[in-house]
């Protein structure tokens, strides 16, 4: 059974790259604080990059898009009991699947601080397979029925500092406000991995 999640987990993670390297387009420059579904920033200059060139293309960049909040997944590291958890937005809490018991159970999924004055939280995914290239996704859920996603794209190592200070100077767009999730003091704890 971990054989088959770990190779859904692969899947889905080619289909992310496929989807940054096809779906994206090009065109203007933006604000670092500016939300454009589906459009690439290059967090030096700020200006959206042509990636829709066939190939693999291993240009640290962050993307940064908005899904709808019941889209959230965040896929836990290979070890973990916990294969994956989502977001339940009618009552505002994570949930968490279990390897062994089949079932989903609410949890305490802690947020960290990102922004100017550290003061937005965001729900982090790192990647999960030694196989993928290094991807992080910040998940900031909003007032707007949505939810922000930051995802930085080889932006580890000695590309590690481009994505800290883009989350950094990130500030939300005028009358969006950020909230955190209820937590409750029976539901186990998980911390980002």
Same mark, same amino acid.
């Given at each position: 059974?971990?054989?088959?999640?770990?190779? !859904?987990?692969?899947?889905?993670?080619?289909? !992310? *790259? $496929?989807?940054?390297?096809?779906?994206?387009?090009?065109?203007k420059n933006l604000a670092p604080n500016e939300i454009v579904p589906?459009?690439?920033?290059?967090?030096?200059?700020?200006?959206?990059?042509? &990636?829709?060139?066939?190939?693999?293309?291993?240009?640290?960049? !962050?993307?940064?898009?908005?899904?709808?909040?019941?889209? !959230?997944?965040?896929?836990? /590291?290979? +070890?973990?009991? $916990?294969?994956?958890?989502?977001?339940?937005?009618?009552?505002?809490?994570? $949930?968490?699947?279990?390897? %062994? =018991? #089949?079932?989903?159970?609410?949890?305490?999924?802690? @947020?960290?601080? *990102?922004?100017?004055?550290?003061?937005?939280?965001?729900? &982090?995914?790192? +990647?999960? %397979?030694?196989?993928?290239?290094?991807?992080?996704?910040?998940?900031?859920?909003?007032n707007n029925a949505d939810a922000i996603d930051i995802e930085g794209f080889n932006?580890?190592?000695?590309?590690?500092?481009?994505?800290?200070?883009?989350? #950094?100077?990130? @500030?939300?767009?005028? +009358?969006?406000?950020?909230? =955190?999730? /209820?937590?409750?003091?029976?539901?186990?704890?998980?911390?980002?991995?």
């Amino acid at each position: 059974m971990q054989y088959i999640n770990a190779v !859904i987990s692969k899947l889905l993670t080619l289909l !992310i *790259i $496929i989807t940054s390297i096809v779906g994206c387009s090009l065109g203007k420059n933006l604000a670092p604080n500016e939300i454009v579904p589906n459009q690439v920033v290059n967090p030096k200059d700020s200006i959206i990059r042509d &990636i829709e060139t066939p190939g693999y293309d291993p240009t640290p960049r !962050i993307l940064v898009s908005t899904i709808p909040l019941n889209g !959230i997944m965040i896929r836990n /590291k290979a +070890g973990s009991n $916990i294969s994956r958890i989502n977001y339940q937005a009618e009552n505002n809490r994570w $949930i968490a699947e279990y390897f %062994m =018991e #089949k079932k989903w159970k609410p949890i305490n999924y802690k @947020s960290i601080m *990102i922004g100017k004055n550290n003061d937005i939280p965001a729900y &982090i995914e790192v +990647g999960s %397979m030694r196989a993928e290239p290094c991807i992080q996704h910040y998940y900031i859920l909003t007032n707007n029925a949505d939810a922000i996603d930051i995802e930085g794209f080889n932006t580890c190592g000695a590309y590690a500092e481009l994505l800290t200070e883009f989350l #950094k100077s990130y @500030s939300l767009p005028k +009358g969006t406000k950020a909230y =955190e999730v /209820k937590t409750n003091s029976s539901w186990p704890s998980v911390f980002p991995r």
